[in-house]
């Protein structure tokens, strides 16, 4: 089944050359959670750990290390895994210490000696250990638990891309656009989760078929999970309005943007869906702002510097959902701490007359944004495509610039669509548990 759910997904370039699909198909990566294999730091040389995580090795031997203040657990495979005493002891997972039903620790941490030793560990069957603690407290711990968390540096780069899913699919004018019917993904859980692996990696895919009416974006929060609501709505319907308290309300063209850059935590995702298309204009365009800032770091680091250290004023003020006024500061390209950028906030339209930095910086960061400004608009890295009734286009709002052709306006109303936001906190819940009923279902 993975092989097949792999060869739908699109391929695109990326830079370097290589290709990309989901894991499971693709060379040299790791396989679905659940299947992933990994070798401890300190596994003996030229041994490779190739059992499954949920198949994980039984325990040749285990003892005490460092005066009691370690616990290193030698693994059948010849690998050997070793765990700090206070983490194990803060982790136990009898009922006293550990509420399974809600999978949330009961131990207070001022009850946690932070020097604490064992007394003494021993070995049960090879698929668990228990240990003793000076206060005579008891704790065992399965195999595949421990397996699971080593502290080794593979392991945990591995337990990082099993929870958080970071590899990216980075695409320009090129981009061949993941389609999946709207029914499939309501109904099945491996479309649904083709879905929503995709929009993590390649941060779009268009959704076909859907209903040409109002509510079925609420349908599809259920799905998920639930909607994010805003000042604008849980929903908001985009169209020519007299007095429109926001641009995408006009039939001007909207330039790249990042939506609500305004609010403290953006939106994560977003989905558009087209009720009525107009027949001329309307055209809608995205690009890749991953890509992008990959492009200006190497082309003009100091621009790229500029643009990710520098607080942008934003502002929203109006009556919808009801009345607001909202003011918040962002950089235009959020790094983590590596440098790499892991949010664009951008939408020229709410940025505030207001810009709290000394004057003599305004103008390099002006010529910063027009230099970012100018490679998103670029022919290589935008991609215009008209969306038909029945589509909903969903994309990742930190990462995806969106923007629209003008459309002449008329004394109907010629064009509307739907829209709504979720975060990604209950995107990535709903991923995983989708996941996880995919692979229990192998």
């Known amino acids: ?204 895919v268009l959704l076909t078929g859907a209903a040409t009416r109002q509510g079925e974006l609420v349908k599809l929060g259920h799905r998920i999970g639930f909607l994010r609501l805003t000042f604008y709505g849980p929903t908001w319907q985009v169209q020519d309005k007299a007095d429109a308290n926001n641009v995408a309300y006009t039939t001007g063209k909207l330039c790249f943007h ?30 890749d702002g991953f890509h992008v800032s990959n492009k200006l770091k190497k082309q003009n680091p100091e621009a790229y510097q500029i643009l990710s250290s520098t607080a942008v004023d934003y502002t929203d003020v109006g009556v919808d959902y009801c009345d607001f006024a909202v003011q918040c500061k962002q950089r235009i390209i959020d790094v983590d701490s590596r440098g790499q950028a892991v949010r664009i906030n951008y939408n020229n339209a709410t940025r505030d007359t207001v810009f709290d930095i000394p004057a003599e910086k305004v103008r390099p960061f002006y010529a910063a944004l027009k230099e970012f400004d100018d490679l998103l608009n670029s022919t290589e890295y935008k991609f215009t495509y008209k969306l038909k009734p029945g589509d909903i286009v969903t994309f990742d709002n930190w990462r995806v610039l969106h923007g629209r052709q003008s459309y002449q306006s008329g004394s109907e109303v010629t064009r509307h669509l739907e829209g709504a936001y979720a975060d990604w906190d209950v995107v990535m819940s709903r991923l995983r548990l989708l996941r996880k009923r995919v692979l229990d279902k192998d």
């Open 258 to 287: 990042t939506d609500y850059p305004v609010l403290q935590h953006p939106p994560g995702v977003q989905f558009l869906h087209c009720i009525k298309q107009t027949d001329s204009g309307g055209e809608s365009e995205v690009v």
């Open 1 to 204: 089944m993975w092989r097949a759910v792999a060869n739908v997904l699109p391929r695109a370039k990326v830079p370097g050359g290589r290709a990309c699909c989901l894991p499971p198909a693709q060379k040299g990566r790791s396989p679905p959670a659940g299947t992933a294999r990994h070798r401890c730091r300190d596994a003996a040389p030229g041994v490779r750990a190739a059992r499954p995580l949920s198949m994980a090795p039984g325990i040749q031997k285990v003892e005490a290390l460092d005066a009691g203040h370690v616990v290193r657990v030698e693994w059948e495979d010849g690998s050997e895994s070793r765990y700090p005493c206070v983490w194990l002891r803060d982790n136990c997972q009898c009922p006293r210490c550990f509420l399974r039903s809600a999978g949330a620790r009961r131990l207070v941490f001022e009850e946690l000696d932070v020097d604490i030793v064992v007394k003494e560990v021993a070995l049960a069957d090879r698929k668990k250990i228990s240990i003793t603690w000076p206060d005579e407290h008891a704790s065992e711990y399965e195999a595949e638990w421990l397996k699971k968390r080593c502290f080794s540096e593979e392991a945990r780069a591995e337990m990082r891309e099993d929870l958080f899913l970071p590899e990216r699919q980075y695409w320009g004018s090129d981009l061949q656009l993941p389609k999946i019917p709207f029914e499939e993904i309501m109904y099945d859980d491996e479309s649904a989760y083709k879905w929503l692996c995709t929009l993590k990696k390649v941060g779009i």
